[in-house]
């Protein structure tokens, strides 16, 4: 796998597949000694209006060849809410 915009893909294409919510994006792109952490935001639980959406990140963990190494929940909140 050459670069991050691959491994975003990737990553991406795994959390669709396994049903946790349709990916929205990714926050951030990280290379490890393995291959690539990718942190993708996941609709979760939708809602209307659209801004009290249950969004979450999850970090996925993918090998040089794009393969599923592991995943987890990292963080849930409602959409349209900021940071501190």
């Not at 994006?25 to 009290?52: H, K, M, N, Q, Y």
């Not at 996925?60 to 959409?79: A, K, P, T």
């Amino acid at each position: 796998m050459p670069g991050p915009e691959d491994a975003a893909r990737h990553a991406c294409d795994r959390i669709d597949g396994l049903a946790v919510g349709p990916a929205e994006g990714v926050s951030a792109v990280t290379r490890t000694d393995d291959g690539w952490c990718v942190a993708v935001d996941v609709l979760e639980l939708p809602r209307i209006p659209d801004t009290t959406s249950l969004m979450a990140t999850y970090e996925v963990e993918i090998d040089r060849s794009g393969e599923l190494l592991q995943y987890r929940r990292v963080r849930r909140y409602r959409r349209g809410t900021a940071d501190d």
